[in-house]
């Protein structure tokens, strides 16, 4: 998950007229809009929330990908607090409705996730705190 796609430098917006303002603002929105269309089939780091932290080596970085409106999520997660929310999805990579799913914990544990309609990624009771594996998710993103 090394592919990771740099955002461009935003202009300062100082200049004299309106057009000048109109056009810096559209360069802008066009890097942006490329910068969208390169996220289909290249990992994206999550930047984690609420003290949800990345577990670190040997195991990846958690992160996800689109590839023909299919989310896949990576990586194992290492935590502060259960019932959290620990990561939030962009609008184009979350599902139309709350979804479950399984994952594995440590100790050769099990237990779930959740991602809503919203994109938050919670992890409830009865995960861990210490390993938490979002490794093989998958699901058809909201169109």
């Not at 409705?97 to 050769?108: E, G, L, S």
């Amino acid at each position: 998950m090394s592919d990771f796609i740099p955002i461009p430098e935003l202009p300062v917006f100082k200049q004299k007229s309106r057009w000048d303002l109109f056009n810096a603002f559209r360069d802008t929105l066009l890097k942006l809009i490329v910068i969208a269309d390169q996220t289909e089939d290249i990992w994206v780091r999550m930047n984690l929330l609420n003290g949800w932290q990345h577990y670190g080596t040997p195991y990846g970085e958690a992160g996800y990908r689109k590839v023909d409106n299919m989310i896949y999520l990576s990586g194992v997660l290492l935590g502060t607090a259960l019932n959290t929310i620990a990561y939030n999805l962009p609008k184009n990579f979350r599902p139309a409705t709350t979804r479950y799913f399984p994952v594995a914990t440590d100790n050769d544990s099990s237990g779930h996730i959740t991602i809503d309609k919203n994109g938050n990624l919670t992890i409830p009771t009865g995960c861990s705190l210490l390993l938490t594996s979002l490794d093989g998710i998958i699901y058809r993103a909201e169109r």
